[in-house]
């Protein structure tokens, strides 16, 4: 069993060498951080970049100092509520210009799996109209007819309801002839105020639950796939790439999975309590409680920063 244990420093000591920081005395003590850059940072979006409309602090400045040096970053999203390039307008609205060639969503990644894994199938997609619509720029055959449907694909759909579940149920269950595969197992979206909304793992588990088969496949995070994704055209070594982000079952996991370094941060889902339960394997390198923590401690004397900026 593991132990936690304050050190005199204020640290909480979560074995593998990890250290984080606890609120003492209503002070932040610092915490253990990278002491040095690494080549690609791979950054999450909802609940380690913006939270709703706002971007979290330090967000900005962090990245804005990672491009200044010349390092690649790159985001991902399981959300596949939007389209790539509506997440670049969105970070460049917010204030950090973004190319949509540095996004990576499960848009992209079930598309690409579809194409690659199922040619010439047809699919039932339950999504909203990004996904649809990158389904149909592919030429992959849509149809509402469950008696040729090949392939049910289940996301973060807020236009789900009974006649969607009805035909995945049909043409999975009466006519024994679909898979069911999935864009993302996030259980839900996190929203500002401690709010959020039913992700993909409820409508999964909706058409589990009355089909009685299981989802086959899932494209999103802790899949690799979205790494190779994310990495494309970069050459680097994932090995030297940091991935972030707030969700220890997806990011942190994935990270884990590609043989990357990870730091999670403790704006979202998972928190430390999560952290001590997790397997030692499956712990983050470090954990974060403000994003720009990942600009070693001598970068940010130079820069002069300071832990109650909002940037
Ligand atoms: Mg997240």
């Known amino acids: 069993m593991f132990s936690r ?19 003492r005395d209503d002070e932040e003590v610092s915490v253990e951080r990278p002491t040095e850059f690494f080549d690609a ?8 970049i913006f939270l709703g409309d706002e971007l ?30 509506q997440y670049a307008d969105k970070l460049t609205r917010l204030g950090l210009p973004t ?9 992209a990644t079930m598309t690409g799996w579809l194409l690659a894994n199922h040619p010439g199938e047809v699919v039932f997609p339950i999504a909203e109209q990004p996904l649809v619509d990158a389904l149909r720029e592919a030429g992959i055959a849509i149809s509402e007819d469950p008696g040729e449907i090949d392939v049910v694909v289940a996301s973060y759909d807020r236009g789900f309801d009974y006649r969607k579940l009805q035909i995945a149920f049909d043409a999975i269950w009466f006519h024994e002839r679909a898979i069911l595969v999935a864009t993302n197992p996030d259980r839900f979206c996190p929203f500002p105020g401690g709010r959020g909304e039913p992700d993909c793992a409820a409508i999964v588990a909706a058409i589990e639950a009355c089909t009685g088969t299981k989802c086959v496949q899932t494209v999103g995070k802790p899949d690799p796939s979205m790494v ?36 999670l941060t403790l704006t979202g889902d998972s928190d430390l ?10 712990r983050p390198t470090w954990v974060l409680r403000r994003i720009d923590h990942l600009v070693p401690a001598a970068v940010w004397a130079e820069l002069g920063w300071g832990d109650d900026s909002s940037d």
Do not use: K, W
């Not at 940072?41 to 380690?48: C, V």
């Not at 190319?99 to 969503?105: C, F, K, L, M």
């Not at 309590?273 to 499956?282: G, L, M, P, R």
């Open 5 to 23: 244990n304050r050190n005199q420093h204020g640290y909480v000591l979560l074995g593998r060498g990890l250290a984080v920081s606890l609120p």
């Open 41 to 48: 940072y791979l950054f999450d979006l909802d609940a380690t």
């Open 56 to 85: 979290l602090p330090g967000a900005a400045r962090l990245v804005t100092e990672l491009r200044r040096r010349g390092i690649p970053v790159r985001f991902l999203s399981n959300n596949a509520t939007r389209a790539p390039s």
């Open 99 to 107: 190319d949509v060639a540095d996004i990576a969503n499960t848009v």
């Open 228 to 263: 190779t994704q994310a990495l494309r055209g970069l050459d680097v070594d994932p090995a030297r790439c940091l991935m972030v982000g707030d969700r220890l079952s997806t990011d942190i996991q994935m990270a884990v999975r590609a043989g990357m370094p990870s730091a």
């Open 273 to 282: 309590d999560d952290v001590a339960a997790a397997a030692e394997a499956d």
